[in-house]
């Protein structure tokens, strides 16, 4: 290497050196490698942002229980004066046991209600159940006081059996209801609270086989009507009636091959808001509310009963 290609360079210490070209290619070869990136921190990544929000968040919590604990410690306690110790009554022990005893439910037939509800699941409308879209029929009364049975065991007595001349698609073979048995005279009840809309007392009803009957419109627009009755509480057509109240006697009217009944049917209505003695309905299966229904003591239905009833006409 000559002398001459040697230029002057003046040194971090004052010194003047005569630097080669090499001299200064080794410089900035350091100079390069060692930039100042090299010497900065790593960026955070957004994992590492999380987890220090976690521990942050954490931290925070543990501060805040620990806070409370020792605000709860630290508090002062409540002042207990002669007074309200002498007002503090003893635990009544006895008065609880009793409201328990109170409190239970009354027993009914646990298996064969259980049973004949799995038989008879309430079917849904859409995603709802029907008793969610009509609450009155979650708490019926059975339209038949003091019956030992919730439904018939005969198939042909159920909704949807074979019934000639009956022309209602949502009926299956015909049936458009459940024909409750019963001894003749026992009193029927109203299932729930509703209001009166139809009655019929000719002899044969007005199609010729329903017989004496009572049709209730209920709070939600459900229908339910009682046919084949032989006597007919005096009731009028808009008149109120409660979940329970006697509507008349099991009968016979317009049955002519079979045994005393109830033919009890449940209608709901097609469009919302509909009232009154309207056809425009859909008969449905009244057996899942039947089967959850309380049964009235027939005794209870009798006192309800009022003194006057319409007098029978001359069958023809
Ligand atoms: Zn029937």
Not at 66 to 73: I, L, N, R, S
Not at 158 to 170: L, N, V
Not at 214 to 223: F, K, N, P, Y
Request: net charge negative; hydrophobic share 40%.
């Amino acid at each position: 290497m000559a002398l001459h290609e040697g230029r002057p360079f003046v040194t971090a210490m004052g010194a003047v050196e005569l630097w080669h070209r090499v001299c200064f290619d080794d410089r900035d070869a350091l100079v390069t490698r060692s930039t100042p990136a090299d010497f900065l921190p790593t960026p955070p990544t957004p994992r590492f942002i999380r987890v220090l929000g976690g521990v942050v968040a954490a931290s925070m919590l543990v501060s805040i229980v620990v806070g409370q604990w020792t605000w709860g410690e630290m508090a002062p306690p409540l002042a207990a004066s002669i007074a309200n110790v002498e007002l503090t009554a003893p635990e009544p022990v006895s008065a609880r046991l009793f409201d328990t005893a109170r409190e239970r439910i009354p027993s009914r037939i646990v298996t064969v209600e259980t049973e004949l509800e799995a038989r008879y699941p309430v079917p849904l409308r859409g995603a709802d159940r029907l008793d969610e879209k009509f609450p009155s029929l979650r708490a019926w009364t059975h339209p038949v006081s003091g019956t030992p049975e919730l439904m018939p065991a005969q198939g042909s007595r159920h909704f949807g059996a074979q019934r000639i001349g009956i022309e209602r698609a949502e009926c299956g073979e015909g049936h458009c209801g459940v024909d409750l048995d019963g001894p003749r005279g026992r009193p029927i009840v109203a299932v729930a609270a509703g209001t009166v809309v139809r009655i019929e007392l000719s002899e044969l009803g007005l199609d010729g086989r329903s017989g004496r009957y009572v049709r209730i419109e209920h709070d939600d627009g459900t229908l339910t009507a009682y046919m084949h009755m032989d006597d007919v509480a005096e009731l009028r057509v808009g008149e109120r009636v409660t979940g329970g109240q006697y509507l008349g006697t099991l009968g016979a009217t317009a049955v002519f091959s079979s045994a005393p009944h109830l033919h009890f049917s449940l209608e709901v209505p097609l469009h919302a808001g509909q009232h009154g003695d309207t056809t425009d309905t859909r008969y449905v299966d009244p057996a899942p509310y039947l089967v959850r229904a309380t049964i009235a003591p027939s005794s209870t239905a009798v006192a309800s009963r009022r003194t006057h009833t319409h007098p029978l006409k001359p069958a023809f």
